[in-house]
Nanobody
Framework: QVQVTESGGGWVQAGGSLRLSCATS????????MGWFRQAPGKEREFVAS??????STIYADSVKGRFSVSKNRATAFLQMNALKPEDTALYYC?????????????????WGQGTQVTVAS
């Protein structure tokens, strides 16, 4: 079982920045894509960003493109979030992909963290 642990969430004013980190317990994550998803209260979980195993390919949801940046260092992933908006408020999850390639669907991921809360005040 691979453990996935997110950190870096918090409270920030609109326009501010946060950097989320995702640590995994297995070296195998170095060979897998990693993804970020979020879920706001009363809403479905949605895709945010994904990065391939070697960081060579990234994809983003349209709502965060140009503001968020995903990166990866072996088995650790990061999500740099700039120009935050109140609608970015959500519980952010990190997940380890089933393969080395990026993916938007939650089914493409096997191991999930417990999430880290991001709250953006207007």
């Amino acid at each position: 079982q691979v453990q996935v642990t997110e950190s870096g969430g918090g409270w920030v004013q609109a326009g501010g920045s946060l950097r989320l980190s995702c640590a995994t317990s297995a070296r195998t994550s170095s060979n897998n894509a990693m993804g970020w998803f979020r879920q706001a209260p009363g809403k479905e979980r949605e895709f945010v960003a994904s990065i391939s195993w070697n960081g060579g390919s990234t994809i983003y949801a349209d709502s965060v493109k140009g503001r968020f940046s995903v990166s990866k260092n072996r088995a650790t992933a990061f999500l740099q979030m700039n120009a935050l908006k109140p609608e970015d408020t959500a519980l952010y999850y990190c997940a380890v992909g089933r393969s080395s390639c990026t993916g938007r669907d939650s089914g493409a991921y096997t191991y999930w963290g417990q999430g880290t809360q991001v709250t953006v005040a207007s």
